[in-house]
């Protein structure tokens, strides 16, 4: 079955597995990423000259835990002008998370700075002071309850973790979480991107 669930003539839209990843890690390459399987229909997406020289038309990325929507870019000059958008902060996702929690809030927003933490920085941590954190960008996680344990998140700059790390930072670790929750090994992460936003354009997965 295809993971395409939208194309155009300069984009496709892409519906990512929980457990495969967006694209390979670094220049190494085992054939079972998203990527592979977005270029065996649509081959000019590798042709795109993305972030990293083996990422292609990649717009964005999700983690390997992560489930739902990416975008490829199929022409270098829509990767270029869509890129501009990502850094002027106008490239909306959004994302549906099922929390270990009740959701005590309706609307939240959470802003904080990042770094990397742990051993081999394999998490993100929170910081409020941007001379702490890797970037001086202050990233903003918005989020609605949607259930019980339900929260959808909204973010326009995306940091590694950011949506993981915030909700984590609030007392609310996502379902599957080994990082930043109490998962059980082997917990699909409850976290899936299901909207995107840009230029006009908006998608929304069907659920």
């Given amino acids: 079955m295809s993971l395409i669930l939208y194309a155009s003539a300069d984009f496709l839209i892409a519906d990512k597995p929980h457990g495969m990843p967006t694209v390979p890690l670094k ?3 085992d054939g079972n990423t998203l990527l592979d399987c977005v270029s065996e229909q649509y081959p000019q997406v590798l042709a795109v000259c993305g972030k990293n020289s083996w990422e292609g038309g990649a717009l964005h990325r999700l983690d390997t835990a992560t489930g739902g929507l990416v975008v490829f870019a199929l022409s270098q000059s829509f990767y270029d002008k869509v890129s501009v958008l ?4 106008a490239f909306l996702k959004t994302y549906v998370a099922h929390v270990t929690d009740n959701v005590f809030f309706d609307k939240k927003t959470v802003k904080t700075y990042f770094r990397a933490y742990g051993p081999h920085s394999r998490i993100v941590k929170c910081e409020t002071d941007s001379k702490r954190a890797d ?3 202050l990233y903003e996680t918005r989020m609605k309850k949607l259930t019980e344990d339900g929260v959808e998140c909204e973010i326009y700059r995306g940091f590694r973790h950011q949506i993981r790390a915030h909700l ?10 080994e990082l930043y929750g109490s998962a059980v090994h082997g ?3 409850q976290l899936e991107c299901v909207g995107v936003e840009f230029d006009g354009f908006r998608y929304r997965k069907a659920r």
Avoid at 168 to 177: C, F, H, K, N
């Fill in 168 to 177: 984590a930072y609030i007392g609310l670790p996502i379902a599957g979480d």
């Fill in 135 to 137: 970037s001086p960008v």
């Fill in 86 to 89: 990502q850094n002027e902060g």
């Fill in 187 to 189: 917990d699909i992460l």
């Fill in 27 to 29: 220049s190494r390459n």
